[in-house]
């Protein structure tokens, strides 16, 4: 069974450049998750979704960063323009949807950004 | 709020040396804990968890942590490391509402 899949690994752009990253979770899997890496940090979740909308994007930075998961399925995440501060590893994680209970989430390989 | 300390930003061993990480969280209500594990250029990956049950839980390589729930602690052990256990580990809280609250990690780097 194929993991969660991201693309791509590494992108290097300017600042105040757009850039877009892209993430298909586990097949089956409802709940989809966009997590933001800072160096020397643990993850810290930026968006959430349930099939096609966002359920949790209270630590999104609405004002330069978008998401969309159209179908359901694969998801896109955008910065637009992009900021030195913006250089970071981008998680994108899925699980079985659910109600309260756990559901573990499977990790992708991620996306490292490095704005110059 | 929930947090997760992590007590140790990196944990130098030598090979076949016994190791702990620890981590200790806060939290007012029951917690799910979790160890993962991050290789380099790859992604994080489950190690073990605790959700309910016998406190001392195990992964299939070796490692083991123990759920206290008077320290609010998890830490994680290895009776005897590997260089191929070099990474970084990551303790994380699950408190329920779909977040995971994740530690700054510990970068564990097994010496020959």
């Known amino acids: 069974e194929a993991g969660v899949v991201q693309s791509p690994r590494y992108k290097i752009i300017e600042k105040k450049q757009p850039v877009a990253f892209w993430c298909n979770p586990i097949s089956g899997h409802n709940t989809l998750y966009w997590y933001r890496q800072n160096l020397g940090q643990g993850p810290e979740l930026l968006i959430r979704y349930e099939n096609e909308e966002a359920v949790d994007d209270s630590q999104l930075p609405k004002d330069r960063f978008s998401a969309e998961r159209l179908k359901g399925v694969d998801s896109t995440l955008k910065i637009q323009p992009a900021e030195l501060g913006d250089s970071a590893v981008y998680l994108c994680a899925s699980s079985l949807s659910g109600d309260s209970s756990y559901n573990e989430q499977f990790f992708g390989p991620g996306t490292r950004l490095t704005v110059l | 709020a929930q947090s997760v300390t992590q007590l140790d930003s990196q944990v130098p061993v030598f090979e076949e040396a016994p190791v702990e990480l620890r981590c200790n969280y806060s939290?007012?209500?029951?917690?799910?804990l979790f160890w993962y594990v991050q290789y380099p250029n790859q992604g994080l990956q489950l190690l073990l968890k605790y959700l309910s049950g016998s406190t001392l839980v195990e992964s299939i390589n070796g490692f083991e942590a123990e759920f206290n729930k008077s320290q609010t602690s998890f830490h994680l052990r290895k009776p005897s490391v590997h260089i191929s256990d070099t990474a970084e580990y990551f303790c994380?809280?699950?408190?329920?509402?779909?977040?995971?609250?994740f530690g700054a990690g510990t970068r564990l780097f097994v010496k020959a």
């Open positions: 939290s007012s209500v029951s917690v799910y």
């Open positions: 994380a809280v699950y408190t329920g509402g779909f977040k995971t609250i």
